[in-house]
Structures are given as structure tokens and as C-alpha cells.
């Protein structure tokens, strides 16, 4: 009998779930496949509706973390295998070698030496990074990680020289009894080379709306100036296209719920940068519930935005200039156009992470990837892993989440 | 109070060239028989240097460990030192990393010049002095009450009894009517709730009733309402208002779970409601489904309310903000603050999602009713969110329900009685008219607290929540990331009082609020702070024999967290507090402080930087307080983002620009800093600051310092607040530029020398 709780995945669901718990006065252990905590809000450059930056919210959670000895958190970590019952689970983790020492070191200079590069996964193909790396802003763990598998045999004569990188660190597998378990394993974005009709993936100037987050964050591989990926150039013209794998039984069958709040709020980025730029969001419905109808109506009195109901039917480049020529159908106006734009940004979905994987668990899951099951077994889906979620809605899920664990696990 | 403290250098992470072996004799020699132990460790995180710390603790009786190296946010782990104070001292990010030389040169690596070993001198011997008037706080526990007070016996109030209970916690359910299930009551069904979310089904709020009413954890009390609320969290006072009486129950916190009631029609009127017969709202139509009196065989539902909105219902939100805060009473007067009813129109639009989904439902109705039954949704967005859209997709699929974006033109009464609607910009064209039996118009939910305190504190603020305009009247919180926090401790709003919601969401938010009710009473009763400082041990202590009833603190605590006897002195609730020392902001007298947070402590730390007597020769000196929530951090980025900032300024970090008192700052000007610059959050509607108000409060602190400097013949620009937010990394260096461009062009502080 444990009364721990494992939280697994250490976004922002996963942090609020164990903290939470954890001020309570319960031991919770966080397992995070990559090398950082904060998860997919660390990528973006602002929260709707108030335009705050998330990396204020997650710098008070890992202060909340550094305050509690109750929270212990692996990184590059997985779970692979769980076996018992509510109350009682023994759970096997794997950790990867992170390849440096325990220390705040700074390797920025030894990183910036190494002479192979590889694609940065946190910049969603937009940048490279050394094999060495601290990508994520106000990183949590602040300490570098390295990529062996990377380094040129030049990479690894210098790295093997420093005394704060270890190459012979091996893989560890531990593992920790609990109680409950909070699943908050997040999102991904939706494969948008499946969406063959709008272009993604095949042309540069064709980005995500998670690209475009990366695209305006200060930290981002343009230091937050939103430029054409083809040839950095300013845009005058921009085109968001609502709904790109959502809503569609071919895709991804419900709404992602963030995305027309995002891509308002995308709009608004855009035209704070470039004064004269216009922009268009094609939309099936504007979805803002709530008070964020408050900022529908402030990003409608924008002159040079428009807001028009119609189905992109289509996606095409002139290779020449790098133009993305958009045939839209206006279903109000019931005409089918093409309009030419300097970048397109496509409002991809959020998919579930746990899409198509296979569950170290027994719980069930619905068609998509959501977990729509397991309370009974003290297993508890919280943020969007259960369902498409903001991030407010994210931390209420994480914050309920915890209760249901503690309510297993109280007094054994 | 440190009185032996071990000062240690991190040689691999300072560099920079400086001869640290020289600092620790120079900070040694200044400090004496404070500091018997300073050494350099060529890497401090190693095992041995720690174990070698643990050794001088034991041999030399040391209470307190000053580490100076990397950023104090990171490493954090690595140096915990039983029973000893340990403090850091920033020489890396924010001392060699960001370092240039005033000709915007950067240093040699290999030797460091004079000015840094000037800067990261002084920055130690803060460091010193700041642990010498540290105590170890020792936090100050509440009565240890831990029974939850949840005010609505609706569908989320059920919850969170239950849930309370189910988590060990006594529970008392206050509910206003005479029987349990509110709302949730008169639903003939609910939208789906869950997997596969495409069919409308029972609320099941009879079993919620059921389960609370055989919880022998919880005491219901019917036709009741909370009259008064006192105290703190870990021991409140609840006085329930009964038909019997009031009666007084012992709480540790509150779930506020009142719901919502019906918008009022008048914001209907434009449609035709009270004027033309069958035009109806959702709640009267769910009203007649659950009594089974539809008639109606072709109905159309009204979700596009532009006709009965202003072209900006929000536009009076753009005037200057009214003083947030109700005035304060007059002396001896009694404190009657008239609640401001906060219902407007806009609770028709905020309320979308709801009616988009809700009319989805009762077209359902409709269809279910009649053969041949006819729905029209007539939308503007069909605001249909997230995994609902399953519902959406079911709905269309339905024989009989039609869709279509439109803009109402009118609604006009044909002879026979039945309604003409005549819509533009449909799907199908201009000019369309819809003939129906019935027209339904949407519900606005209007949250309880809009029109009435409902906790009805008995606090020295007031007895409603503060910021209601900000909501709507929602008891909702200004934070995206923690949505429960709110201006008063303790008590944690859930369900439609917070945010229009539907079943499924009200009931996360009812087990959401109820944990952050259970944490908020344990960390009562363990003394120690909630959110953001949770676990902080300090709370302010007053010295109130040189209280001067001024009621400074008591009116500017953004939480509320002080009350107040008839003559004005403060009476602290620590367990209201958030520990960001606006109080101490606040005295004029220094009364109020922190065991390791206080007026002392910061001035002794201001007294310690060394200011050239000439600024010709010397350089200016310029202070820059910086929150240590987000200016701090956005500081420590930007030096590892390779930017720099001039040798002359020195970083003290605060824990909310609201804890900043003017003592400091006349304690620099009087010393001959030249300048102060104070880093703090945004303020405004959009406000970022961890405390609410700390910021705002800062700013208008200042302007009666820039007053006080100007009749001392200082120039007020001297001290200059600036809002950063924590992601400003990139442009914080040119802030601290201009900034000390200005003061170089102006020169000198007028008292530099006396």
C-alpha cells in the first residue's frame, strides 16, 4: 500500500495535479519524457486572452516545486509497465541519461563549440540546435542536456574533456510504489503533412499556429520578429485557416478548442509588429466562449483584420516568390476566390499524445486517444489527455485530478 | 539573525577573471568574526565541496551559509543545510555574465577590472548583511478547523460536499431554497457528459442529492444563507442566517458553489419578448419540456443576439477604471459600502457557449415531441467547444434540425399567431423568413455574486469580492494558470458563479475548488502561506508600539488580510495572507515586517554599496528593485542570453514591487545613489502581478516619493517604476540603459557627499 501518487507528463496539467497534491502533504512523483518540465504552454509566446507570457505562471510553479521536498520529478523519463491496483501500483521507469553532471555549469561555450547541428524538436523544425542544448526558455531543470547520439567524433573528443559531461552515464530503470495516478500526458499538434490539400509541411511559408507561437516568442529562432521562414522577409499579407484537421471525421473528429481563441490571438501579434499588415481568418465558427467574447469583439474593431465564414478549399505556392495562393469559398457570400498571402497559418488541432500508443495502463480510451476511463482503478486522466482544453481549463482539470488522487490514496 | 556565517565562492561558475581568493580575504577582513569562514571551491555543486561546508558548520557552530555563484534559481537542490540559513548571492547572471565596461566594452576574461570587482564586491557584502538580518521564519498556525463551508446545494455545490467529505473533511451545505439540486432540477436532460458526448441524457442529480443527504459527514442546512463571514482560514466564523435564526458554525474554508439566475428579459425586448406571444427564453422552454406542455411544432432558436446588443457592449470598460476599492468610512462611521449590481447586457454574449449548446439540446426536444417537428438554429457562431463538437456533429445529422448563420432582422407576429422571422446574410441568402410556432431566445447567466455579496465578509474591506467589475460579476479569478485564485483567502469559487459552464465542467471545478479548500486548511494550520508563496513560513509581525492608526496597511493588502479595532490598529489574520509585504510597503513607521523579509534588512543591504563620492571619477550608483517573481528572472535571462548592462547599477530583489517602502528609497537618495529603478509586473485590467495590486500600489507610492524628492530639490525622475513582464528579457538591457544615459547626462545626485 503507497499513499504517493505518480503524475505522469510535467505540463501544465501534470505540474498543477502534483503540486497541488503535493501542498496537501502528499509525496507525488512526476515522470516527463523530455528534458524539461512545463511541456507544450513552454513553447508558446502568449496566453489569451490577456496576452500574458506562460512562462510567468510556469516560473511560480517550478519556485512551488523548488519549495516542496514532497515533489520529486524525473526528466527524459517513461513509464513502461504497471502492475497492481488502486492503491497499491508498482510502476517501472525508464531515464534516459541527461550526459552532464548535477551542477548549474554553463556550457553555452563548450555547446556553441561542438560542430554538429540537429533539428531542435522545441522549435518545431524552425531551428537547429547543438547536441548539447538548453533550448527552452527559463529551463527547469536549468541544467544542459546532451544529445551522445548527435556528436561528430570531434563533438565527442571535446565534450569527453569536460568535467561537467558524462558520456558513460548509463540508463537507469527505477521503480516507485503509489497509490493513484494522474495521467496528464497532454497534446500534440496534428500531424499537418496528413492535410495534403493545405500544404503543410510543404511549403515554408505554409506554418502552423505552434510555429507561429515560436515564430513571435522572444526566445524563438527569429528572437520574436514574425518573418517568412523562405526568406525572412516581413509580411504585409497573412491568411489563418481555421479548423485545419479539426472538426473533420477524416482527421480529427471534435473541435481543439484552442485555436480560434489562438488565432485571434495570433492576429493581434502580427499586427502589433507590422502596423499595416492585413490579415484574414477563414473560420467555420468563431468559437469564444465566455468572456472571451470580450476579446472577439476587440480583435473585430481591428479594421485590417477580417473575420470571414468560408471553407479553404485549397493550398498552392508560386514557387517564384514563395506566395501562398489560398481558394477559399466565402459561405456567406457564396463565392469560391483565390487570394494570394505572404504566409498562411494553418490552425492545426491538438491530438491527443497518447494517439495511437500503447498504454502502460488499463484504461480505456475512445476512438481519438482521449482516456475517457479508469477512475475506478485510481488512474485519473487530467488536462488533454481526457479532452481538448485550454490552459485555464487544463489547471482546473490538473487541480481536480489531484483530489481524486488524494481521495485513493488518504489513509493507507 | 545569522551571527557566524560561512561565505563560499563557486569558481566554476563566477570566472570572469576575478581573484576570488582576494574577495574572500577582502569580505573576511570587512566582516570579522560574522564571517570566520570564506573559502573558494573550484566547483561548489561538487559532493566534496558541500560535505566540506557541512564540516565548517559543525566545527565552526556556523548559522548561516552565504553561497555566491550562479542565480539562486538554479541549483537549488544541491545546498540544503540542516538548521542553517542559507542565502546566494547572484555574481554569475546577474554579476560577471552581464558585466560591461562603461564604454559598452566587454570585459577582459582573464582579468577583471576594477569596476567589476567593485560590483561583485558590493553584491557579497549584500549578501552578508542581508542573511545577518535573517531570521529563520517560524510560521504562525491557525486554529485547525477542517470542516469545509460550502455555500449552493446545486449540482456543483453536491459535488463538492461530496467530495470534501470523500476526502475526510466534515462538510456544512448552506442552501437557499428549500430543497437541494437547484438548477440542475428543472433540466428535462443535459447535454452529454460524457463519452461518446452525442446524446442528451439524465442529469442524475437525484443520486447527487441522495449521496449528500446519506453522508453522515455533512450537515445540511436548507432556506438558508450566509450572513457573516469572519476570521481566517484554519477558523472561520460562519454565521448561517436560518428561518430559526442565525446560528455560528466554526469553518476552515468555503467552496462558494451559488450558481447563477436568469438574465433579465428587458435585454430581450428588441426580439420581441413581452411583446409578442411564443417568443420564449431556453429556461422557460426547458421549463415546458420538463413539464411536457411543448407545443410548439416548429420552433426556431435565437443564438445570434446582435439585435439586443450595443455595437460594443464592453465599450465603457475603454473609460478610465473608478477606484477599485470603496472609500473608506469616515471616522467612527460604520463601514456600509452599497454592492454595485454588475448584470448588463453582456451577459448575453459571455453566455454563448451555453445557449449554442443548450439550443442544440432543445431542438432535440422539438424533434422528440412531434413527428415532423422543426428546429431553426439561427446562429451568429455555433460556440459548440472542444469534445462537445460530437454533439454538434449528432445534432446535424438530425431529421429536422436546420442550421444556419444569420443575422435577426425582425420578428414580427402574423395573424394567425404564429412568427415571422426575417433573417439576412444566411447561408442560403438575403431576405429569408422563417415561419414558427415558437421563437426561443438564449438565457443569459447571470452569476450570483452579481447582485449580492453572498460571503458577505466580515471583513475591514468590505463584504464583497473586490475586482467583480473586471468579471462581470463573476467570482472569477484575473489568473489564466490559477483559476481558484482569488483577493480573498480561503474561499474558492466553482461552477457558474465562476464562469458560465455546463454540467460536466462545473463538476471538475467543484472537486478543483474543494482541494484548493482542503490545501488552503492544511496550510492554515501548519502556518504556512498558500499561493504564490506556498509553504512560506513568514507573515508580517507588527511592532505595534509605534503604530500611528494610520490604516495604510489595512487599506492597501490586496487580500484583505488585515481587519482593524475601533482605534484604527491593525489586527493581522496571517492566514490571510499572501506574505508579499504590501503592508510593509505601506508604514510609514516601519511597524510591519518579516522574519527574513524586512525595512532593516533591505536598507542595511542599500547601505551597503559603496558610492564613489565623485560620479565623475567613480561612476554613478544606481539601485534597481526588482520583483523577484518576474523582473528577477527576466534579468537572470537575458544575461544568459549574452545581453549587458552598465557596471553601476546593483540588483536588489523584492518580493513585490508593493513591499517597497519609501524609507528605501530616501535611504539611497540621502547615501547619494543616484538613481532608483523599480522592476515590477503589469498593472491595469490585464494585470500580471503575483499579489494583484502590488504593482499598481507601487506606482501611486511613487508618485508621492517623485513629489517629496521634488521639494527637496531632487529631480523626481530619479526614481522611475517600470512594468516588465517576465518574457521582456531581450529589452530589459535597453531600459537600464536609457535610464542611465539620463542620469549620466543629468549628474550627480544633488546629496551625494553630505
Redesign the interface.
Known amino acids: 500500500m503507497s499513499n504517493s501518487i505518480l503524475v505522469v507528463g510535467g505540463g501544465?496539467s501534470g505540474l498543477t495535479a502534483a503540486?497541488?497534491a503535493a501542498?496537501?502533504?502528499y509525496e507525488v512523483y512526476i515522470v516527463e519524457k523530455t528534458p524539461f518540465l512545463g511541456g507544450r504552454v513552454a513553447q508558446l509566446?502568449k496566453?489569451f486572452p490577456?496576452?500574458?507570457?506562460?512562462?510567468?505562471?510556469?516560473?511560480?510553479?517550478f519556485?512551488?516545486i523548488?519549495?516542496?521536498p514532497r515533489i520529486k520529478f524525473f526528466t527524459q523519463a517513461e513509464v513502461t509497465a504497471v502492475s497492481g491496483d488502486a492503491g497499491n501500483y508498482t510502476v517501472k521507469v525508464h531515464i534516459e541519461p541527461r550526459g552532464t553532471?548535477?551542477?548549474?555549469?554553463?556550457l553555452?561555450l563548450l555547446a556553441s563549440s561542438l560542430e554538429s547541428d540537429v533539428d531542435n524538436e522545441f522549435e518545431l523544425g524552425l531551428a537547429k540546435r547543438k547536441p548539447l542544448y538548453m533550448s527552452v526558455?527559463?529551463a527547469f531543470?536549468?541544467?544542459f542536456v546532451l544529445d551522445k547520439a548527435a556528436l561528430s567524433r570531434a563533438d565527442e573528443l571535446k565534450v569527453g574533456k569536460s568535467?561537467f559531461c558524462d558520456m558513460n552515464e548509463a540508463p537507469r530503470d527505477i521503480e516507485l510504489n503509489v497509490g493513484s495516478i494522474v495521467v496528464a500526458t497532454g497534446w500534440k499538434p496534428y500531424d499537418v503533412t496528413k492535410l495534403s490539400n493545405l500544404g503543410a509541411g510543404a511549403f515554408a511559408n505554409c506554418v502552423s499556429n505552434m510555429q507561429l507561437e515560436r515564430l513571435a516568442?522572444?526566445?524563438g529562432p527569429t528572437?520574436?520578429q514574425i518573418k517568412r521562414p523562405s526568406d525572412g522577409k516581413a509580411p504585409k499579407k497573412v491568411a489563418f485557416v481555421q479548423c485545419a484537421g479539426?472538426?473533420d471525421q477524416n482527421h480529427l473528429?471534435?473541435?481543439?478548442?484552442i485555436c480560434c481563441m489562438a488565432s485571434l490571438k495570433q492576429a493581434l501579434y502580427v499586427r502589433e509588429q507590422y502596423p499595416d499588415a492585413e490579415v484574414t481568418v477563414y473560420?467555420i465558427?468563431?468559437?469564444?466562449?465566455?468572456?472571451y467574447?470580450?476579446f472577439l469583439?476587440?480583435v473585430k474593431?481591428d479594421e485590417k483584420i477580417a473575420l470571414v465564414?468560408g471553407k479553404v478549399a485549397g493550398v498552392e505556392e508560386d514557387a517564384a516568390t514563395g506566395d501562398v495562393i489560398v481558394e477559399v469559398e466565402d459561405?456567406?457570400k457564396g463565392e469560391k476566390r483565390k487570394h494570394r498571402y505572404d504566409l498562411v497559418v494553418l490552425a492545426t488541432g491538438m491530438q491527443p499524445s497518447l494517439a495511437g500508443q500503447k498504454l502502460p495502463f488499463d484504461v480505456p480510451v475512445?476512438e481519438e486517444g482521449?482516456i475517457?476511463?479508469g477512475e475506478e482503478k485510481g488512474i485519473f486522466a487530467a488536462g488533454c489527455a481526457q479532452?481538448?482544453?485550454d490552459?485555464?481549463?487544463t489547471?482546473?482539470?490538473g487541480?481536480?485530478a489531484?483530489?481524486?488522487a488524494?481521495?485513493t490514496v488518504?489513509?493507507r | 539573525m545569522a551571527t557566524k556565517i560561512g561565505v563560499y565562492f563557486d569558481q566554476s561558475s563566477i570566472g570572469g577573471g576575478l581573484d576570488l581568493e582576494s574577495l574572500a580575504d577582502t569580505v573576511g577582513g570587512k566582516w570579522g568574526d560574522l564571517t570566520p569562514v570564506c573559502k573558494v571551491f573550484p566547483v561548489l555543486a561538487d559532493k566534496k565541496a558541500r560535505d566540506e561546508i557541512a564540516a565548517d558548520i559543525e566545527e565552526e557552530g556556523l548559522d548561516g551559509v552565504l553561497l555566491c555563484g550562479a542565480s539562486p534559481r538554479v541549483d537549488w537542490d544541491l545546498y540544503d543545510f540542516d538548521g542553517v540559513l542559507v542565502d546566494r548571492v547572484n555574481l554569475r547572471e546577474q554579476g560577471v555574465m552581464s558585466y560591461k565596461n562603461p564604454d559598452g566594452s566587454l570585459a577582459d576574461p582573464e582579468a577583471a577590472p576594477a569596476l567589476l570587482e567593485l560590483l561583485v564586491t558590493d553584491y557579497v557584502n549584500m549578501g552578508v548583511v542581508r542573511l545577518q538580518k535573517t531570521t529563520a521564519p517560524d510560521g504562525s498556525p491557525s486554529e485547525g478547523v477542517r470542516r469545509i463551508l460550502v455555500l449552493g446545494g446545486g449540482w456543483t455545490g453536491l459535488t463538492a460536499a461530496v467530495n470534501g467529505s470523500l476526502a475526510g473533511h466534515e462538510v456544512v451545505l448552506v442552501e437557499k431554497d428549500e430543497a437541494l439540486g437547484g438548477r440542475a432540477l428543472g433540466l428535462l436532460k443535459t447535454v452529454p457528459l460524457s463519452h461518446p458526448y452525442t446524446d442528451v441524457h439524465d442529469t442524475g442529480i437525484e443520486k447527487k442529492i441522495a449521496a449528500v443527504q446519506a453522508d453522515d459527514n455533512i450537515t445540511v442546512y436548507t432556506k438558508a444563507k450566509l450572513a457573516k463571514l469572519s476570521g481566517q482560514p484554519g477558523d472561520f466564523t460562519a454565521t448561517i442566517a436560518l428561518a430559526s435564526g442565525e446560528q455560528e458554525v466554526k469553518v476552515g474554508a468555503v467552496v462558494l458553489a451559488t450558481g447563477w439566475q436568469p438574465q433579465d428579459t428587458k435585454v430581450l425586448e428588441p426580439f420581441g419578448y413581452g411583446s409578442l406571444q411564443n417568443v420564449v427564453t431556453a429556461a422557460e422552454f426547458e421549463k415546458m419540456a420538463k413539464t411536457g406542455t411543448i407545443t410548439a411544432r416548429r420552433v426556431a432558436f435565437i443564438l445570434n443576439t446582435s439585435l439586443a446588443e450595443p455595437a460594443d457592449p464592453y465599450a465603457e470598460l475603454c473609460a478610465p477604471e473608478a477606484p477599485a476599492e470603496a472609500p473608506a468610512p469616515a471616522e467612527g462611521e460604520a463601514a456600509a459600502p452599497a454592492v454595485k449590481d454588475h448584470e448588463s447586457v453582456r451577459h448575453l454574449p459571455i453566455s454563448n457557449a451555453i445557449s449554442s449548446v443548450v439550443a442544440l439540446k432543445q431542438a432535440g426536444y422539438v424533434c422528440d415531441a412531434f413527428d415532423g417537428g422543426q428546429a431553426f438554429i439561427l446562429y451568429d457562431s455555433m460556440v459548440v467547444q472542444g469534445i462537445h463538437e460530437r454533439f454538434y456533429k449528432a445534432a446535424q445529422d438530425r431529421l429536422g434540425v436546420m442550421m444556419s448563420k444569420a443575422e435577426i432582422r425582425s420578428i414580427t407576429q402574423a395573424a394567425d399567431g404564429s412568427l415571422n422571422v426575417l433573417c439576412d446574410n444566411t447561408l442560403i441568402g438575403d431576405d429569408i423568413e422563417i415561419n414558427v410556432d415558437m421563437v426561443v431566445l438564449p438565457t443569459g447567466i447571470v452569476p450570483a455574486t452579481a447582485k449580492d455579496p453572498i460571503v458577505n465578509f466580515d471583513y475591514r474591506q468590505g463584504p464583497a469580492f473586490p475586482d467583480l467589475e473586471l468579471f462581470e460579476g463573476y467570482a472569477d479569478s484575473n489568473y489564466i494558470c490559477f483559476p481558484y485564485e482569488t483577493r480573498r483567502t480561503g474561499v474558492y469559487a466553482a461552477g457558474c458563479v465562476r464562469q458560465p459552464m455546463m454540467l460536466d465542467a462545473a463538476e471538475e471545478d467543484a472537486v478543483g475548488a474543494t482541494m484548493k479548500a482542503i490545501q488552503c486548511i492544511e496550510s492554515a494550520n501548519k502556518g504556512v502561506a498558500v499561493h504564490p508563496r506556498s509553504g512560506d513560513l513568514s507573515y508580517p509581525l507588527f511592532n505595534f508600539v509605534r503604530c500611528t492608526q494610520c490604516k495604510r496597511c489595512t487599506e492597501e493588502c490586496p487580500f484583505g488580510a488585515l481587519d482593524d479595532d475601533e482605534k484604527g490598529t491593525p489586527k493581522p489574520n496571517p492566514a490571510r495572507c499572501r506574505r508579499c509585504g504590501t503592508c510593509m510597503g505601506a508604514c510609514p513607521e516601519r511597524v510591519i515586517s518579516f522574519a527574513n523579509y524586512n525595512i532593516d534588512q533591505i536598507g542595511s543591504m542599500i547601505r551597503e554599496i559603496n558610492v564613489p563620492p565623485d560620479m565623475k571619477k567613480g561612476g554613478p550608483r544606481v539601485i534597481i528593485l526588482a520583483c523577484e517573481n518576474d523582473a528577477y528572472p527576466a534579468l537572470d535571462m537575458a544575461a544568459l542570453r549574452g545581453k549587458h548592462w552598465s557596471p553601476y547599477v546593483r540588483i536588489i530583489p523584492v518580493r513585490c514591487l508593493g513591499s517597497v517602502n519609501a524609507i528605501w528609497v530616501a535611504d539611497a537618495m540621502s547615501k547619494g545613489i543616484d538613481g532608483v529603478m523599480m522592476l515590477g509586473c503589469k498593472y491595469g485590467d490585464d494585470y500580471q502581478c503575483h499579489f494583484v495590486k502590488g504593482s499598481e500600489i507601487c506606482k501611486r507610492r511613487k508618485e508621492n516619493i517623485a513629489e517629496t524628492l521634488n521639494r527637496l530639490g531632487v529631480e523626481p525622475d530619479r526614481v522611475e517604476q517600470y512594468e516588465v513582464a517576465i518574457d521582456e528579457y531581450d529589452k530589459l538591457p535597453g531600459v537600464i540603459e536609457d535610464f542611465m544615459n539620463m542620469i549620466l547626462e543629468k549628474g550627480p545626485n544633488p546629496f551625494k557627499g553630505y
Open positions: 501544465f503540486i497541488e501542498e496537501v502533504g509566446n496566453y490577456k496576452l500574458c507570457p506562460p512562462s510567468c505562471g510556469l516560473e511560480i510553479q519556485q512551488r523548488k519549495k516542496n553532471v548535477p551542477s548549474s555549469a554553463d553555452s526558455p527559463f531543470p536549468s541544467r568535467a516568442s522572444a526566445s528572437a520574436g479539426s472538426r473528429n471534435y473541435c481543439s478548442y473560420y465558427d468563431l468559437r469564444t466562449p465566455g468572456r467574447d470580450k469583439r476587440k474593431a465564414k459561405a456567406v475512445d482521449f475517457v476511463g479532452k481538448p482544453l490552459v485555464m481549463r489547471a482546473q482539470s487541480t481536480s489531484a483530489l481524486k488524494i481521495q488518504r489513509g
